[in-house]
T-cell receptor, first 110, second 114 residues
Framework: TQLLEQSPQFLSIQEGENLTVYCNSS?????LQWYRQEPGEGPVLLVT?????EVKKLKRLTFQFGDARKDSSLHITAAQPGDTGLYLC??????????FGKGTRLSVIA | DAEITQSPRHKITETGRQVTLACHQT?????MFWYRQDLGHGLRLIHY???????NKGEVSDGYSVSRSNTEDLPLTLESAASSQTSVYFC?????????????FGPGTRLTVL
């Protein structure tokens, strides 16, 4: 069974701080996705990374896929209260369904 | 605009009753998925479908069933509801032939089994 471990599980920071959350596995994935979920809603896709070493930026969010395609990180610069939510990573291999991590719950305090 | 909807949004039922949760998408996506989300477990796959008449078991399929008679709908049935099935249920769909394509999620159904 492929597992994705996300860390930290919980993170509470002040507005304006930077943070990094991690998504790690012993398995190789063909692509990795990051979702954000707000309370009472379904997850929403933020980004998909497909190439080892790939870096993608989405405004203040920077996503990186590890060279070996086993891990990924999400860095947020100058966090804002609107960044509060549950961040989920999900890995894909071939034709099997996505495997989701348990998520990092981020709280940004104004 | 295309969307994915779930109904009901909230449901309270009793142990042993049959319950059906609806999922309807207007994206015309081939692939549809049902997940449950519980604290400490994240999103766990229940059943999924890659097209009409196709259904597959996921990680936690016991006690659940699905059927796919058209592209738009994938209802999830709990044959005999148990308290362990109290959870938030999410339906999702994806477009491309590869089932690992990015998924669009519905707003969820909060189910309580008493």
């Amino acid at each position: 069974t492929q597992l994705l471990e996300q860390s930290p599980q919980f993170l509470s920071i002040q507005e304006g701080e930077n943070l990094t959350v991690y998504c790690n596995s012993s398995s190789v994935f063909s692509s990795l996705q990051w979702y954000r979920q707000e309370p009472g809603e379904g997850p929403v896709l933020l980004v998909t990374v497909v190439t080892g070493g790939e870096v993608k930026k989405l405004k203040r969010l920077t996503f990186q896929f590890g060279d070996a395609r086993k891990d990924s990180s999400l860095h947020i610069t100058a966090a804002q209260p609107g960044d509060t939510g549950l961040y989920l990573c999900a890995g894909a291999t071939g034709n099997t369904p996505l495997v989701f991590g348990k998520g990092t719950r981020l709280s940004v305090i104004a | 605009d295309a969307e994915i909807t779930q109904s009901p949004r909230h449901k309270i039922t009793e142990t042993g009753r049959q319950v059906t949760l609806a999922c309807h998408q207007t994206w015309n996506h081939n692939n549809m998925f049902w997940y449950r989300q519980d604290l400490g477990h994240g999103l766990r796959l229940i059943h999924y479908s890659y097209g009409v008449q196709d259904t597959n078991k996921g990680e936690v399929s016991d006690g659940y069933s699905v059927s796919r008679s058209n592209t738009e709908d994938l209802p999830l049935t709990l044959e005999s509801a148990a308290s362990s099935q109290t959870s938030v249920y999410f339906c999702a769909s994806s477009e491309l032939a590869g089932p690992s394509d990015s998924q669009y999620f519905g707003p969820g159904t909060r189910l309580t089994v008493l």
